[in-house]
């Protein structure tokens, strides 16, 4: 079992929806969140970062993060083209190291 | 503006040959790190450095070894490269702090004969 699992879609919801992805993990010792961004052919782009469990609001995106149940969520707001990309979940105990999902496929379509 | 800048971004290898990915970064960070990403895979460890003079074994180290050249810079050798090395490799920097975030640059598209 991979310390993180994330649902590698592909997903496709209608321009203007609401979107939710999701990550579950097994080591509870993670204290350290974070969502990037992939558009193709380019290097992920940190998009959201949380500590330990709560919520973070940044325009559209909000990061919720439920420690008792090791689930990561974010939610994206009145999603546009322009957030069709590969969403990567990415988790720290602390030390120098990320442990990520494989990443999610989002399209949305006009 | 730059933040993390590797070079080159595409290359072609025939089995056998050898290669240097370069990378560096300008945001002052200690840490940095190589990633290969395949697909269905996601981002795998390869080595990483926590500081000026010291380097780690990731995930799946074996084929490659590094050079932490100075503090910017990040180097990623590939002494005989085999198929099984075909992928998107990226490198990340980032700052010393506890859980702090890390940046990736665009990649380099690898592809070996």
């Known amino acids: 079992q991979k310390e993180v699992e994330q649902d590698p879609g592909p997903l496709s919801v209608p321009e203007g929806a609401i979107v939710s992805l999701n990550c579950t993990y097994s080591?509870?010792?993670?204290?350290?969140f974070m969502w990037y961004r992939q558009y193709s052919r380019k290097g992920p782009e940190l998009l959201m970062y949380t500590y330990s469990s709560g919520n973070k609001e940044d325009g559209r995106f909000t990061a919720q993060v439920d420690k008792s149940s090791k689930y990561i969520s974010l939610f994206i707001r009145d999603s546009q083209p322009s957030d069709s990309a590969t969403y990567l979940c990415a988790m720290s105990v602390g030390n120098e190291k990320l442990t990520f999902g494989t990443g999610t496929r989002l399209t949305i379509i006009p | 503006n730059a933040g993390v800048t590797q070079t080159p971004k595409f290359q072609v290898l025939k089995t056998g040959q050898s290669m240097t990915l370069q990378c560096a970064q300008d945001?002052?960070?200690?840490?940095m790190y190589w990633y290969r990403q395949d697909p269905g895979m996601g981002l795998r460890l390869i080595y990483y450095s926590a500081s000026e003079g010291t380097t780690d074994k990731g995930e799946v180290p074996n084929g490659y070894n590094v050079s932490r050249l100075n503090k910017r810079e990040f180097s990623l050798r590939l002494e005989s490269a085999a198929p099984s090395q075909t992928s998107v490799y990226f490198c990340?920097?980032?700052?010393?702090?506890?859980?702090?975030?890390?940046?990736f640059g665009d990649g380099t598209r690898l592809s070996i004969l």
């Open positions: 945001m002052n960070h200690n840490s």
């Open positions: 080591n509870s010792a993670f204290q350290y």
């Open positions: 990340a920097s980032s700052g010393s702090q506890a859980g702090q975030p890390q940046h």
